[in-house]
T-cell receptor
């Protein structure tokens, strides 16, 4: 079983919809959680960064962490065609580059007009 | 500012040939990471360097893979001999650990096809 599980999709939604992307994990040592966005033929770019449980909001994006359930989510409000990309969750046990990042396999999102 | 620069963007070669992938990290970043991405396994860390020194190479799949970082502005990932199962997108990323929780900045990858 993988340490981080993520539904590969594709997830197709109409423009303006609320999108929910999720990851589950098995390692209870994970404390830092990230969401990366990857456009086709590009490298991943950091979208959101959260520490421990709770919510963090940035514009149309909200990251949510539930450590008791080992479950993290990314919500996108008022989705736009430009949000069409693959979204990867990533997590690590502690801060700093000495701590290895473990990625999910990514969920492909398509926002249609 | 220039981001992480990888070359070549695409590489197609025959099985058994030596492949060298190159990476120039962001200036001032002291950590460098090599990842491999496939549909089945997602993004996997192969090796990472801190201050030009290899710290963790436990993700390097076999002895056929080797990586070097001769200076702060250049790194190579070499596969010799290459095999069809090495076909993937290889990413280089860099970051700085001078501040906590700094993100990794990725290059646009090298798409490698071994025939």
């Amino acid at each position: 079983q993988k340490e981080v599980e993520q539904d590969p999709g594709p997830l197709s939604v109409p423009e303006g919809a609320i999108v929910s992307l999720n990851c589950t994990y098995s390692n209870s040592a994970f404390q830092y959680f990230m969401w990366y966005r990857q456009y086709s033929r590009k490298g991943p770019e950091l979208l959101m960064y959260t520490y421990s449980s709770g919510n963090k909001e940035d514009g149309r994006f909200t990251a949510q962490v539930d450590k008791s359930s080992k479950y993290i989510s990314l919500f996108i409000r008022d989705s736009q065609p430009s949000d069409s990309a693959t979204y990867l969750c990533a997590m690590r046990p502690f801060a700093g580059t000495a701590s290895k990042l473990t990625f999910g396999t990514g969920t492909r999102l398509q926002v249609t007009l | 500012d220039a981001g992480v620069i990888q070359s070549p963007r695409h590489e197609v070669t025959e099985m058994g040939q030596e492949v060298t992938l190159r990476c120039k990290p962001i200036s001032g970043h002291n950590s460098l990471f090599w990842y491999r991405q496939t549909m089945m396994r997602g993004l996997e860390l192969l090796i990472y360097f801190n201050n030009n020194v290899p710290i963790d190479d436990s993700g390097m799949p076999e002895d056929r893979f080797s990586a070097k970082m001769p200076n702060a502005s250049f790194s190579t990932l070499k596969i010799q001999p290459s095999e069809p199962r090495d076909s993937a997108v290889y990413f280089c990323a860099s970051s700085t650990d001078r501040l906590s929780n700094q993100p990794q900045h990725f290059g646009d990858g090298t798409r490698l096809s071994i025939l």
